[in-house]
């Protein structure tokens, strides 16, 4: 994972996306930051780990947290290339990440604004402010390609 530090986020975090595809997995990639400097990125990994949990949101978090030591990421805020799923948001909450960019919704398996909308029930303790469509066309383009390759 190669980062340059003129990227915003977001940017690298598709970059993160397109290694992950190059890789075989699905084109997701995630960056956490804390006051303006990343402290974790990552990118899906299911098939590589053989690991169905192994997504990219849920990489990041975990590195993320060992690297503060804190058990939890509050003032951190998490961008990912797709919108995350009931596990990756249940992740996000319990970890009290203050903010959430996504990219492409994810009208499947999305948890955030499609689909449970996680955040949004009544048994979910914390809240964070998310901010969608970040990047959202370069990363819909991306997992168009991935999955229409792969359907050929």
């Known amino acids: ?13 598709l970059n993160l996306a397109r290694e992950a595809a190059a890789a075989g ?10 006051d303006g400097v990343v402290i974790a990125e ?3 990994e299911m098939k590589r780990k053989g690991d169905p949990m ?3 949101e849920m990489q990041a978090m975990r590195a993320a947290l060992a690297k503060l030591g804190t058990g939890r990421l509050e003032g ?13 948001a249940g992740a996000i909450a319990h970890t009290r990440l203050r903010r959430v960019y996504y990219g492409a919704e994810d009208q499947k398996g999305g948890a955030v604004d499609n ?24 990363a819909a383009k991306m997992l168009i390609q991935f999955f229409a390759e792969r359907r050929a």
Do not use: W
């Open 76 to 88: 951190c805020d998490l961008y990912v290339t797709l919108e995350p799923c009931t596990m990756c």
């Open 115 to 138: 689909g449970v909308r996680f955040f949004h029930q009544a048994t979910c303790h914390h809240h964070p402010e998310v901010i969608s469509g970040i990047g959202e066309a370069e």
């Open 54 to 56: 192994a997504h990219a």
């Open 25 to 34: 997995e699905v084109p997701v990639g995630a960056v956490i930051v804390k």
């Open 1 to 13: 994972m190669t980062a340059k530090s003129d990227q915003t986020p977001m940017q690298l975090a």
């Open 42 to 44: 990552a990118q899906n």
